[in-house]
């Protein structure tokens, strides 16, 4: 399997694996490569750093809990892996310009769930 495969192969195991811990050394164990190949050879197929990819997946997801149920915020974030609801919400107004709890009571919230898909 080339690394083109694998890397494939990686980001759909990752994206199935987004309520899961997801870190540096199980994404490496599952490709099979050390973590440092695999940071190298991850931003040379997909332009961004493993963590980044995870966390900007994980925000996207993210966005779906928020506007398709009322679940805590706190539990949104604990579910997708973040430490504490301060880091999700930085995190989140990062990405997406406004916090969660914004977003959930904006009238937008469909548009803006089908921008970020």
Request: charged share 25%.
């Amino acid at each position: 399997m080339n690394t083109g495969a694998i890397i494939h192969d990686l980001l759909d195991w990752i994206d199935n694996n987004l309520d899961s811990r997801l870190d540096i050394n199980s994404v490496a164990r599952r490709a099979g490569y050390s973590k440092w190949h695999l940071q190298r050879i991850f931003k040379e197929h997909t332009g961004h750093p493993i963590a980044e990819y995870i966390r900007a997946k994980k925000l996207q997801k993210s966005i779906e809990r928020l506007t398709q149920s009322d679940e805590p915020i706190l539990n949104v974030a604990i579910a997708l892996g973040f430490d504490s609801q301060q880091s999700f919400n930085r995190s989140f107004k990062r990405q997406f310009g406004k916090a969660p709890g914004a977003l959930r009571r904006s009238a937008g919230c469909s548009e803006m769930q089908q921008m970020y898909r």
